[in-house]
């Protein structure tokens, strides 16, 4: 039996398949960029990838992407983690984000997502004399998580330790270690997932990074405690001490913490700045977005969509 694809689904996955693309140093039609079955990438989660946003102010009719040299400049770091090269530079990626941005005509949010990958169709794990190939794929792109207040678990899965694989890097495969947590959370009827290193520190949620607030110090884990060096992570790091004034402090946090906590927030490309309203069915604070949260989240909201002209310099304008 045929069976019959919702209209919205079925228009966002032809708009997909005509947009453009950049696979292997051409630019491409989504549907003309295939791979096969046995791709190494796939089968084995040997690849990195970066996720970038772009900003669509209205009132000035221009498409702002952030931090996009600083996105590939890691990218590049990243994959030498899993042997591969990008053979373009920083320089070039950044040119060919901004065409392909133009080219899909975007008057609204959208994710930016380069991927390297393993891509010879061979059976075997290794990462040595595979060949890798590159894309960059471009999406419209709204809420990734609510931004008026979230509820959130302390996962049950830990997060992978440095000692096992390289979780500095945005590797593909370390990524099914995010999507239990995730899964569990939102099953568990929660709307994230927040996880904790091998030794019982807080780490970060499935795809973000976070922050705690304590008698007005805003506290987040160090890179030792096995997260992700976010970019947006360090953007809010600098915007709450340079511009709010607020003291931030890099240390290892207890999960009881979370519970006694003033306020917590989640940052990532994806989450931007997220308040957490709730942890373990236990109310944060007064159970509503904390006022320095909502200072954070206002000053990187105003930054990202060009209406901070003294962070310019961070921002990619498109058109």
């Known amino acids: 039996m045929t069976q019959t694809v919702p209209k919205p689904i079925a228009e966002a996955t032809s708009l997909r398949e005509k947009s453009w693309v950049f696979f292997n140093g051409e630019v491409v039609h989504y549907a003309d960029a295939k791979v096969g ?7 084995y989660g040997t690849g990195v990838f970066e996720g970038i946003r772009a900003y669509w102010n209205e009132e000035r009719e221009q498409l702002f992407a952030l931090s996009v040299p600083e996105h590939f400049e890691r990218m590049h770091q990243n994959t030498r983690a899993l042997q591969m090269t990008i053979p373009w530079s920083v320089e070039e990626l950044v040119a060919v984000t901004i065409d392909l941005l133009r080219r899909n005509e975007y008057r609204e949010d959208a994710y930016v997502r380069p991927l ?36 959130c678990m302390v996962s049950s899965w830990r997060r992978i330790d440095d000692a096992m694989a390289p979780v500095r890097t945005k590797c593909t495969g370390l990524y099914v270690n995010s999507a239990l947590a995730k899964s569990e959370a939102l099953q568990s009827g929660f709307d994230e997932a927040i996880m904790l290193s091998g030794d019982g520190h807080v780490c970060e949620g499935s795809a973000e990074n976070i922050f705690i607030v304590r008698k007005g110090e805003i506290i987040t884990p160090p890179p030792s405690d096995n997260i992700l060096e976010g970019i947006t992570r360090a953007k809010v790091m600098h915007l709450a001490q340079e511009e709010l004034g607020l003291e931030v402090r890099e240390r290892s946090i207890d999960r009881s913490e979370l519970y006694v906590a003033d306020e917590v927030f989640l940052v990532g490309t994806g989450a931007q700045v997220a308040p957490v309203i709730e942890i373990d069915r236990r109310r944060i604070g007064d159970g509503e977005p904390g006022p320095l949260t909502n200072r954070v989240q206002d000053a990187y909201l105003k930054v990202v969509t060009g209406r901070d002209p003294k962070y310019a310099a961070w921002l990619t304008p498109i058109y």
């Open 37 to 43: 079955l046995l791709t190494h990438g796939l089968n």
């Open 116 to 151: 390297s990958f393993k891509s010879a169709e061979i059976i075997g794990v290794k990462l040595h004399d595979v060949p890798d190939s590159f894309a960059i794929v471009t999406a419209p792109m709204g809420l990734y998580v609510g931004n008026g207040g979230i509820r």
